[in-house]
């Protein structure tokens, strides 16, 4: 006999191993995910729900992965079971992935099917039962570029909707419903009534911002937010309280959910500095940066992202001397994450952004200009193109072959441009 009461806990978009050149960043995320997997043990959660992107890459660093599979093997160990899905960046089709390799040892199980399916061919849903409670669990693994969109469209959930019992399901897919205005011309999402009918709760991810509403027909449909946060952007919503960072606690009454969001980032850990150098020269900038950084407040293990605006007199990046200041901090064990994304040169220098991304952003509008007909376009594709320079350009794991690690560029690169990836793709040389 189910219970009637009992508790299960929510993440997503955990991101293990995002920020690659940013250890002491990396370290923080991968510290605010172990602190929400123990919430899920204080919390006396019997199972837990990870909606789709707990590593950032399909084959990330082992050093990121080890402690992240020690405490989920601890969950298992004492009695909890945790089911997860793929999210956009940790599946890969026809690769096996960190998240293949845990759940063959039986870490977690892997709720949603992972075939590749051809549009429109109908399919039915496949659950799990968790047994102690009752709960029936599916769910739909997120894609790139929103090609997992057709999946929910062609999905037979009749039988899932039949079953007894309260019933969750997981998805990694922006609901359009509940995107943010700023978000709805950049991301491809699904209609909430894509999502099948009748359940009682609906775990998303993907977005990175929280949101709690109402799935097609009633039950609770969620978002947790990013666990920390993979970009400044991230990072500015959460300090704004637009998003919480951590896991979802859910308790089950009588097959009704109450929710509450534990915030598990050391948000007091982390500085956000914006800084406007209009019209100054290098020099001036320089001074000003610097004491606008200073401050700060700068308690050892302070992460401080300083982001600078505005067209500089004169001058260059190097003038500004920005390795200097970051050495000043890190004598003060404080971590410097520059964000140069809105801040120009001179009109004489031909107002492009600055630093490596002057270069990165003229070179890229440079492409997009002889780019051929009906090609991407505008925001979206320099956001593309910008994708796949980031990809192309991970750097290779410890231990990881060439081979496999050519491979996995290709994949990433098709995954990117939307070029569906078969086992007929070259092989990488």
Not at 140 to 161: K, N, T
Not at 218 to 242: H, I, K, M, Q, Y
Not at 303 to 328: H, V, Y
């Amino acid at each position: 006999m189910p219970p009637d009461r009992f508790v299960f806990a929510h993440l997503a978009d955990a991101h293990v191993g995002a920020w690659p050149r940013d250890p002491d960043v990396r370290a923080a995320l991968r510290a605010s995910v172990l602190r929400a997997l123990r919430v899920v043990a204080e919390r006396d959660a019997q199972f837990l729900l990870i909606s789709g992107d707990l590593f950032h890459t399909p084959v990330p660093d082992p050093a990121e992965v080890a402690p992240v599979a020690a405490a989920l093997r601890d969950l298992v160990e004492a009695g909890r079971r945790v089911y997860a899905i793929y999210g956009s960046h940790d599946y890969v089709a026809h690769r096996t992935s960190w998240l293949d390799v845990l759940a063959e040892t039986g870490v977690f199980v892997k709720v949603a099917p992972e075939a590749v399916r051809s549009e429109g061919t109908r399919w039915t849903l496949p659950f799990h039962v968790d047994e102690p409670t009752g709960a029936r669990i599916a769910g739909i693994s997120g894609r790139s570029h929103g090609l997992d969109r057709e999946y929910f469209r062609a999905v037979d959930a009749e039988a899932f909707r039949a079953e007894p019992g309260f019933k969750i399901f997981q998805f990694h897919a922006a609901v359009e419903e509940y995107l943010p205005p700023n978000l709805r011309a950049h991301i491809r999402g699904v209609r909430r009534d894509d999502l099948p009918a009748g359940c009682d709760y609906y775990a998303g991810g993907h977005i990175h911002l929280t949101y709690e509403g109402e799935g097609p027909g009633g039950g609770a449909l969620v978002n947790p937010g990013a666990v920390f946060g993979t970009s400044r952007t991230d990072l500015e919503n959460a300090a704004a309280g637009r998003t919480h960072q951590g896991v979802v606690i859910v308790t089950v009454d009588r097959n009704v959910p109450s929710v509450e969001f534990v915030d598990t980032a050391p948000r007091d850990r982390v500085r956000l500095v914006d800084v406007d150098v209009s019209g100054q020269t290098a020099t001036e900038a320089h001074a000003t940066i610097a004491a606008r950084i200073h401050s700060a407040d700068e308690r050892p293990g302070t992460l401080l992202f300083p982001k600078l605006t505005g067209t500089l007199a004169d001058g260059s990046i190097a003038a500004l001397a920005l390795t200097e200041l970051s050495r000043s901090e890190a004598d003060s064990d404080v971590t410097v994450h520059w964000d140069l994304s809105d801040l120009e040169l001179p009109a004489s220098a031909g107002g492009a952004v600055s630093g490596e991304a002057e270069v990165e952003t003229t070179e890229i509008r440079r492409l997009l200009t002889d780019a051929p007909p009906g090609w991407w376009v505008g925001d979206a594709a320099e956001a593309a193109v910008r994708d796949l320079v980031r990809e192309l350009g991970m750097p290779r794991g410890d231990g990881e072959a060439r081979a496999d690690y050519l491979a996995a560029r290709i994949r990433a690169a098709r995954r990117v441009l939307g070029v569906p990836d078969d086992d007929a793709a070259p092989e990488a040389t």
